[in-house]
């Protein structure tokens, strides 16, 4: 029984129809693509020397030749490349032997076969490794949620007690700019009750002139801020500013904090 030849690295034994299809000869050269190197873009394939154009495969029993499905045989090395695989893949292996046509001994041949697999079948051998991507993405994410968390707190507590200081800020103006005229009007029988009252309603007034002007500077420094922070973190953060619109509850809530 004739058994299939040894093909050196380079070099490639064509079918003897591709052969004579092609007007081949020992000696030629031709280039061959494999299909995934080639649906991946790269078309530069293999050039292998042909050493024989004649090449007659042995034919199974009960079926074809080979050589009618066959353009030539490579070796295990060139068929890694055009099969577009590392050394050491494979994607198919041939196991031929006079007694395989005994169904009990081929029978017997597969179990061996598949224990081997099963048993060379493990991670290493796969070359994969777990890298755990969303879990790493979640950690990075919380990280920089809290720190911008931790930056809106600070700007958020230095804006509250700045606004703390300015009403009562406003207040002590206020007493200082009117105390002769606070005087005055206690002199000619204004009670304390009317004189605070109306101090405070000055006050409230001045102070939501200048919450509402404050408000209008502060959206615009906000606004100063997210392009600037849009700039800095633009390759790892992105977002879009929101325009806020002028209703009256938005008003009514930021001159209440304000006030």
């Known amino acids: 029984m004739m058994g ?10 064509v079918s003897d129809w591709a052969g004579e299809t092609l007007a081949l000869s020992e000696g030629d050269s031709v280039r061959l693509r494999g299909y995934l190197p080639a649906i991946r873009g790269q078309w530069e394939g293999e050039r292998l020397l042909v050493d024989d154009a004649t090449l007659s495969l042995p034919s199974p029993p009960g079926q074809p030749s080979f050589a009618d499905m ?6 295990i090395s060139d068929a890694e490349i055009l099969a577009g695989g ?9 196991i031929v032997g006079p007694g395989l046509i005994n169904p009990t001994v081929f029978e017997i041949a597969l179990a061996d076969i598949e224990d081997w697999a099963d048993f060379q079948a ?41 606004g703390i200081l300015l009403v009562m800020n406003i207040f002590v103006m206020l007493a200082d700019e009117r105390k002769s005229e606070m005087g005055m ?41 997210m392009q600037f922070m849009s700039a800095s973190f633009q390759d790892t953060l992105s977002w879009d500013v929101v325009s806020i619109g002028h209703s009256k509850a938005y008003w009514r809530v930021l001159l209440r904090v304000s006030w």
């Open 4 to 13: 299939f030849p040894d093909v050196e690295s380079g070099s490639i034994h």
């Open 70 to 75: 066959t353009f030539g045989l490579v070796s």
């Open 86 to 94: 590392n050394n050491g893949s494979r994607s198919m292996i041939i």
């Open 122 to 162: 493990d991670l290493d051998s796969t070359g994969l490794n777990v890298s755990p991507i969303k879990l790493r993405m979640i950690e990075a994410t919380e990280d920089a949620g809290e720190n911008f968390s931790m930056l809106f707190l600070i700007f958020g507590s230095f804006v509250i007690f700045s």
């Open 185 to 225: 009007a206690r002199a000619i029988g204004m009670q304390r009750n009317d004189l605070r009252v109306l101090f405070v309603q000055e006050g409230a007034l001045l102070g939501m002139i200048s919450s509402a002007f404050g408000s209008l500077v502060g959206v615009g420094v906000a606004w100063v801020l």
